[in-house]
């Protein structure tokens, strides 16, 4: 059994910066892709970041410049730091991560509880 718990979601103004971050435990032999998603309400959920267990990082357009994903292999954890923060970053995030239970080619998906991102004008 594997668990992603998520903290640092709250309530910023804009311009502010808030540091997310999520954190795998249980049955973890190797953990692949970690990434964070949004999802605002009436809106489909959104990749925000992803980053491999080898570095290679990927950002949605709208947090270029913005928003750094970083990972700590060793404790299982990404960090998403979220600067410059405006009103239109206002969702829940979720925590995904690609994790294999043991050595071989089988991999399940994980997501979060999510962690609410509220950004006021």
């Known amino acids: 059994q594997v668990q992603l718990v998520e903290s640092g979601g709250g309530l910023v103004q804009a311009g502010g910066s808030l540091r997310l971050s999520c954190a795998a435990s249980g049955i973890i032999f190797k953990i692949e892709n970690m990434a964070w998603y949004r999802q605002a309400p009436g809106k489909q959920r959104e990749l925000v970041a992803d980053?491999?267990?080898?570095?290679?990082?990927n950002y949605a357009d709208s947090v270029k410049g913005r928003f750094t994903i970083s990972r700590d292999n060793a404790k299982n954890t990404v960090y998403l730091q979220m600067n410059s923060l405006s009103p239109e970053d206002t969702s829940v995030y979720y925590c995904n991560a690609a994790i294999y239970p043991k050595r071989g080619p089988v991999f399940f998906a994980y997501w979060g509880q999510g962690t609410q991102v509220t950004v006021s004008s």
């Open positions: 980053i491999t267990s080898g570095g290679s990082i």
